[in-house]
C-alpha cells in the first residue's frame, strides 16, 4: 500500500478543504471591479495524482511546451482523456474515502495582469464557482488552499499575494478524490474548471455577506422587508419607497413574485464602500393544512428536473444556453424546475427570479452506489464525513438564499438515510426558516417537509392522494412530490395525462417533475451522439444518459409537446353536444386577461372560418361556459372540427404575442367511412391476378402493382423496433415486454401461405403468423375487392393458442420505391402513440418522409402519425376504416431494431410503409412504470380495412 505524499493526501481526506473562505450570498454585480479570469489556460494532464511536482505553481515556470485549454470546460471534452458514464456504479473500487492510484489529474496554469485601473486599497477574492471534483489553488507560488464539491462556490482571500503584472494562478484539479463518493449522480463524470473563475476586489467597508428577507401577507396585501449584512448600510428600493437600514424591517403593499407573476423590485444595498444591487421579490412559503402554499395559495408542480448539459461542452453552459431552457421550459408550460443533483450555475437562478419558474434547489450530494453493498459505509450515516456534508448545505443556501424563486431546499438525492442527512437538515433549518425541506430517500420523512417518492406508478399515487398507501405518522400528514416520474428516455414518456389527472383530482397529490429535462448525448462524428460505452468506458450504463425531453441539440421532443399539452394552465372542453365550451382557469395566481382566444372551423382538416371567442378574465379555479358561433354556411360537407386556442394577447418577456398556450379540439360532424361497391372480378392473367387497379401474384396472392405502383412485399405486422420504454430497467423484476416480445419470437415470425381463393367479386388470401417454437399464432385473412377504380383489403386477424402477452403492433406493412413526400388528413403534426397523444390534434399535413423520423439518440420506433383518414405517399392513396397510424421510413423495422446510433441508419431506395390499427402504449418502464393496462394491446380477434386508390405523383 502506497502511503499519499504531503501534497496529494488532501484527496483522500474526507474534510470539504482547507483555506477557503466562508460560503456567502452570491451576487451577479456591484460597483466593486472584478476581474475574469476565464479563457484559454495551460494544461498538463497526469494520469496519476503525483506523478508532478508542484514546481509548476512557481513564478517563472516554463509551460511553453503544455497543451491549451478553455475554462470554463471539461479537459475530457477537449480532446484530453475521455469521459465516463455511470448511473450509479462508481467507477472506482468502493473503499471510502480512498481513491485509486490511477487518478487523471489536469494541471492548470493562468497568467493574468491586474487592469491599470485596480483599485489599491481594500483586499480581493479569488472565486472558483465550480471544479469536478478536487483542486488545489497556488497564486504567485503560495499554497492558498484546496477544497471539494464540485458544483458549489469556494472562495479564497488573495489581495496580499496580488502584483500589478504577472501574477501566476496554478490549479491542480483530480478527478477522482473523497468527495466523489458523494458525487455518485447519474451523469458524466467529466473533470475540470467547468464553470466561472473570478476575481473580486473587496474595498473597505465592502459587503461580505448578505440576507434578503422578502415575505408576503396575502390577507392584508402588503411585503414585509429586512436585508440583513455583515456591514452596516442603507436599504433602498425606490419603486416601493423604501429607505431603511440594514437589520430594521418595512412592510408597505406590494405585488407578489410568484412563478406566474415573476414580480421583481430593484433596489440597492448601499455600505460606506460597496453597492450592491437587489432584485427583491416578495413571497411566503409554508406547510398549510397538509399543503405547500405560496403566499397563501396552494401550488401544483408541473416541472422537470434538470441536470446542466450541453452536446459539446457539457456542464459548462454559457448564459445563452441557461436562457435558452428557461424560454424552452415557459413555452412549454413547465412552471419548476429541481435542479437535479446539484445546485446549478447562479446565473440561471436569475433566470429563474426574472422569468417565473419554482425552484427545489438540490444540494451537491448522491451517494448511490452505497446501495451495491445495502449501504454498508454509507458516508451519509458516517460522523467523519458530517462536516463536508454541512459544509455543502451551507454553500448552497449560503450561495443561494436571496432567490425568491428557490421555494423548497433538497438535502440531495439517493444518498439513503442517516445522520449527515438529520445534521444538514437542522442547520439549514436554524438558517433559514422561509423555506421548506425536500429529501425522497426517506420513507419516514423525518428530516421533511414532504412526502416524496421517485417512480410511483399510477395506481399508488392515487392511493397516496387518497391517504390509503398506509403512511402513519408525520409521513400521512405531509403533501406528495412526485420529484421523479415520467421517465423520458426514448420514445414516450406515456401516461403523462393519466398523471396530471390524479394531481388535478385529490389535493395531497401537488405535482412532480418530469426525468428529465435534455438527453446528455456528446457530439460525436462516429455516432451522431455518443452516450455510455462509446469511449470504452470499464463500467457503464449504456444510453440510460439519454432520457430528456430535449434532444441534445435543444430540439423538443415529441414528450415535451405532449407535457406541454398535458399541463397546460388553461382546460379547453366540449361542454356536452351543444355549441359551447367549458373554459376553466388552471393557474394557481392568475387570472386569464394576458390571454386572447381565438376559434377555426376546419371541414376535412382545413379551414372554413376563424375568428375572436370573448372569454371572461377568469380568476385561478374558475370556469365559464363560452357559446361558439354557428358553423360557416359555406364551409362545405364532410367532417368537421372546432379548434379553440388560447394565445398570449401581448408580448411577454418569455414568449411573443400569439404564442399558443393552450387549445382544445371537438369534433363538429362525423366523418364519411369510405365505401368501395365489389364491382370488379378477379381476371387471371399469365402468372397474375387482375382485380380493378391491382395486380397480384396468381400463386401466392402478393400484391404487386396497383395503378402501375409497384408494391413490395405487403403483409401482416405485429413487431417494431423496441423502445427505451418496452425494454424496460435491467434491474426491473416486473414485466418488461422488449424482453417477453424477443423470447416468444416475435421479432422474426413466419408467414405461412394457406390458400389462395379468386371467387366471385373478392380475392382471399388466408394465411398464418406465427413465431418459430411456439404453438401460438394469427390466423390472418387478407380479403380483396374493387369498384375497377380503388381496391379495398380487409383484414382479419384471429388469435390462435394462448397468448398471455401483448403484441408490439397489429396493421400491415409494405414497400414503396420513389416516395418522398407525404400527404395525410389526420393527427399530427407528430408522433404518437395509445397513451402519449394528447398533444395530436387533426388536420390536412404534409411532410417529407425524412421529415417524419424523430430522431432519437438510440434508434427505436417512432414517427407514428395517429387517427390518419387517409394519406398520399408513392403515387398512392390510402383510406382507412377506421383510421390507422402511419409510419414511413428508408429503412426497415429490422434495420432500425438493430441500429445502436443514428448513423447506423443508411436510408435506402424503398420506403418501408405501416398502416396500424393498433399499438402497445409506451409507459415509462426505462425507469417507471410500465403502460397502463388500457393501452395494452391484447391479441384478440381484429378486422381493419384500406382503401387504396392512384393519385398524381408530387415530386419524386
Not at 491586474?114 to 486599497?121: F, I, Q, V, Y
Not at 386556442?645 to 366523418?671: I, M, Y
Not at 438510440?858 to 395517429?866: D, F, H, K, M, T
Not at 383510421?883 to 443514428?902: N, V
Request: aromatic share 8%; glycine share 10%; proline share 7%.
Amino acid at each position: 500500500m502506497s502511503i499519499p505524499s504531503p501534497t496529494t493526501a488532501y484527496v483522500e481526506d474526507v474534510s470539504p478543504g482547507s483555506g477557503a473562505l466562508p460560503p456567502r450570498a452570491r451576487y451577479a454585480s456591484s460597483n466593486a471591479r472584478s476581474l475574469a479570469l476565464n479563457g484559454s489556460w495551460r494544461f498538463r494532464l497526469s494520469q496519476t495524482a503525483d506523478a508532478e511536482d508542484d514546481s509548476f505553481a512557481e513564478e517563472g515556470y516554463d509551460a511553453g511546451g503544455w497543451a491549451e485549454v478553455t475554462v470554463p470546460g471539461h479537459w475530457v471534452l477537449q480532446g484530453h482523456g475521455s469521459p465516463v458514464y455511470t448511473n450509479h456504479l462508481y467507477p472506482f473500487p468502493v473503499d471510502p474515502p480512498r481513491v485509486p492510484t490511477e487518478n487523471p489529474t489536469g494541471d492548470h496554469l493562468r497568467v493574468f495582469d491586474l487592469p491599470g485601473d485596480w483599485p489599491a486599497d481594500g483586499g480581493a477574492v479569488l472565486r472558483f464557482d465550480g471544479v469536478e471534483s478536487c483542486a488545489r489553488v497556488w497564486l504567485n507560488g503560495t499554497d492558498i488552499g484546496e477544497f471539494k464539491g464540485s458544483r458549489l462556490p469556494h472562495e479564497f482571500a488573495v489581495g496580499h499575494l496580488l502584483k500589478p503584472t504577472g501574477n501566476v494562478l496554478a490549479v491542480r484539479v483530480h478527478q477522482w478524490s473523497a468527495g466523489s463518493y458523494l458525487e455518485d449522480q447519474d451523469q458524466w463524470w467529466l473533470p475540470g474548471i467547468f464553470r466561472d473563475v473570478t476575481l473580486l476586489h473587496r474595498p473597505p467597508g465592502g459587503v461580505l455577506d448578505f440576507f434578503v428577507h422578502a415575505s408576503y401577507d396575502h390577507a392584508s396585501g402588503t411585503g414585509t422587508l429586512r436585508v440583513d449584512s455583515d456591514v452596516d448600510g442603507r436599504v433602498t428600493v425606490p419603486a416601493l419607497g423604501i429607505d431603511t437600514v440594514t437589520g430594521e424591517t418595512v412592510t408597505v403593499p406590494v405585488e407578489p413574485w410568484s412563478a406566474e407573476r415573476p414580480r421583481l423590485y430593484d433596489g440597492v444595498l448601499a455600505t460606506g464602500g460597496e453597492r450592491v444591487p437587489l432584485r427583491v421579490g416578495f413571497r411566503t412559503v409554508a406547510l398549510v393544512d397538509g399543503r405547500i402554499e405560496v403566499n397563501g395559495r396552494a401550488v401544483l408542480f408541473k416541472g422537470v428536473n434538470r441536470h446542466e448539459w450541453h452536446p459539446e461542452r457539457g456542464r459548462a453552459l454559457d448564459l445563452e444556453t441557461m436562457r435558452e431552457d428557461v424560454l424552452l421550459m415557459k413555452r412549454h408550460n413547465v412552471n419548476a424546475v429541481r435542479t437535479s443533483h446539484y445546485p446549478p450555475h447562479p446565473a440561471f437562478l436569475d433566470l429563474c427570479d426574472e422569468l417565473g419558474l419554482w425552484v427545489v434547489d438540490e444540494c451537491d450530494l448522491e451517494t448511490h452506489g452505497f446501495t451495491e453493498q445495502g449501504w454498508r459505509d454509507n458516508p451519509v450515516d458516517d460522523d467523519r464525513w458530517t462536516p463536508a456534508l454541512l459544509d455543502r448545505a451551507a454553500r448552497m443556501v449560503e450561495r443561494d438564499k436571496n432567490h425568491p424563486s428557490v421555494v423548497i431546499w433538497s438535502l440531495g438525492n439517493e444518498a439513503g438515510t442517516g445522520r449527515g442527512l438529520t445534521a444538514m437538515a437542522e442547520w439549514i433549518r436554524g438558517r433559514d426558516s422561509s423555506r421548506l425541506l425536500h429529501y425522497e430517500g426517506d420513507p419516514d420523512c423525518r428530516d421533511t417537509d414532504m412526502y416524496s417518492r421517485m417512480y410511483a406508478d399510477h395506481a399508488e399515487v392515487e392511493r397516496i392522494g387518497r391517504g390509503l398507501d398506509g403512511g402513519t405518522g408525520k409521513r400521512r400528514e405531509l403533501p406528495f412530490i412526485l420529484c421523479e416520474y415520467a421517465h423520458a428516455m426514448g420514445n414516450g414518456p406515456g401516461g403523462l395525462a393519466d398523471y396530471q389527472r390524479l394531481f388535478e383530482t385529490y389535493g395531497r397529490l401537488q405535482g412532480g417533475f418530469v426525468w428529465e429535462w435534455i438527453d446528455h448525448g456528446i457530439a460525436d462524428e462516429r455516432y451522431g451522439y455518443a452516450y455510455g460505452g462509446d469511449f470504452g468506458e470499464e463500467l457503464h450504463d449504456g444510453n440510460f444518459v439519454c432520457d430528456g425531453l430535449l434532444f441534445p441539440d435543444r430540439r423538443p421532443s415529441p414528450g415535451l409537446i405532449e407535457f406541454k399539452k398535458v399541463v397546460e394552465p388553461v382546460a379547453i372542453e366540449r361542454d356536452g353536444a351543444g355549441g359551447t365550451v367549458r373554459i376553466t382557469n388552471k393557474y394557481d395566481f392568475t387570472d386569464l386577461s394576458a390571454l386572447a382566444f381565438t376559434w377555426s372551423y376546419e371541414v376535412e382538416g382545413e379551414t372554413a372560418a376563424t375568428g375572436a371567442l370573448s372569454v371572461p378574465p377568469l380568476a385561478p379555479g374558475e370556469s365559464a361556459e363560452v357559446k361558439l358561433p354557428e358553423p360557416p354556411e359555406a364551409a362545405g360537407a364532410g367532417e368537421a372540427h372546432w379548434t379553440v386556442r388560447a394565445r398570449l394577447a401581448a408580448d411577454a418577456p418569455w414568449a411573443p404575442k400569439d404564442h399558443v398556450v393552450a387549445w382544445g379540439q371537438f369534433t363538429a360532424s362525423a366523418r364519411r367511412v369510405p365505401s368501395v361497391p365489389p364491382t370488379a372480378r378477379p381476371v387471371p392473367g399469365s402468372g397474375t391476378l387482375t382485380l380493378g387497379p391491382a395486380v397480384f401474384d396468381a400463386r401466392t396472392g402478393a400484391l404487386r402493382t396497383i395503378g402501375g405502383v409497384d408494391v413490395t412485399g405487403l403483409r401482416l405486422d405485429v413487431w417494431r423496433a423496441t423502445t427505451d420504454n418496452d425494454d424496460g430497467a435491467a434491474w426491473q423484476s416486473d414485466v418488461r415486454y422488449g424482453p417477453l416480445w424477443r423470447r416468444l419470437g416475435l421479432h422474426r415470425v413466419r408467414h405461412r401461405l394457406d390458400a389462395v381463393e379468386p371467387a366471385g367479386d373478392a380475392l382471399t388470401v388466408r394465411t398464418r403468423v406465427a413465431p418459430a417454437a411456439r404453438d401460438l399464432g394469427l390466423s390472418t385473412v387478407y380479403r380483396w375487392t374493387s369498384d375497377g377504380e380503388r381496391v379495398r383489403l380487409t383484414v382479419s386477424v384471429r388469435p390462435e393458442g394462448d397468448w398471455t402477452v401483448p403484441l408490439p403492433r397489429l396493421g400491415i406493412r409494405f414497400g414503396l420505391s420513389g416516395a418522398d413526400r407525404v400527404r395525410w388528413y389526420g393527427g399530427g403534426p407528430g408522433e404518437a402513440y395509445p397513451d402519449s397523444r394528447t398533444a395530436s390534434s387533426v388536420a390536412r399535413r404534409q411532410s417529407t418522409v425524412d421529415d417524419l423520423q424523430t430522431p432519437y439518440v438510440r434508434p427505436q420506433e417512432n414517427g407514428a402519425r395517429a387517427d390518419v383518414r387517409w394519406a398520399e405517399l408513392g403515387g398512392l392513396r390510402v383510406e382507412g376504416d377506421p383510421e390507422f397510424s402511419l409510419t414511413a421510413r428508408r429503412w426497415t423495422t429490422e434495420q432500425l431494431d438493430a441500429a445502436t446510433h443514428r448513423t447506423d441508419l443508411v436510408p435506402g431506395d424503398t420506403v418501408w410503409v405501416n398502416l396500424d390499427h393498433a399499438h402497445h402504449g409506451l409507459g415509462s418502464q426505462s425507469c417507471g412504470p410500465g403502460p397502463l393496462p388500457r393501452y395494452h394491446l391484447r391479441a384478440e380477434p381484429a378486422r381493419f380495412s384500406f382503401v387504396f386508390s392512384t393519385v398524381p405523383r408530387r415530386g419524386t
